[in-house]
């Protein structure tokens, strides 16, 4: 099963979608999705997906697997506090605000 099937099963309602995907880029390189974990059940989900839980080696098997990342809307992205949310809403290169795709599954 995909990331996506995964989490609809384990109740996830809403995802935002960043990284090059989002971009102009003729060819994107990866995704990465932020998913809203408020309504999931996490043992359900980590039964069906654990790799969805794995952040080792910046995320290697994530990639491996779905061909981009995933990340809980509620985990802290950078210290001391910036949630991946607030995270993805954020340029790199600039640090400036930047919008982001929701889609509700």
Known sequence: MDG???LKQAGCK??????????AKEVPG???V???DTPVDLEKLFS???LLFD???GRAAQKARYLGEFFPCSFIAA????LYLDFFQLDKNSGGAKGIIGLQL
Request: aromatic residues 18%.
């Open 4 to 6: 996506l099937g995964s």
């Open 14 to 23: 809403l995802i935002y979608i960043d990284g090059s995907f989002c971009t």
């Open 30 to 32: 990866d995704f990465d």
């Open 34 to 36: 932020c998913w809203d």
């Open 48 to 50: 069906l997906a654990p």
């Open 55 to 57: 952040f080792e080696q």
């Open 79 to 82: 210290p001391p506090a910036t």
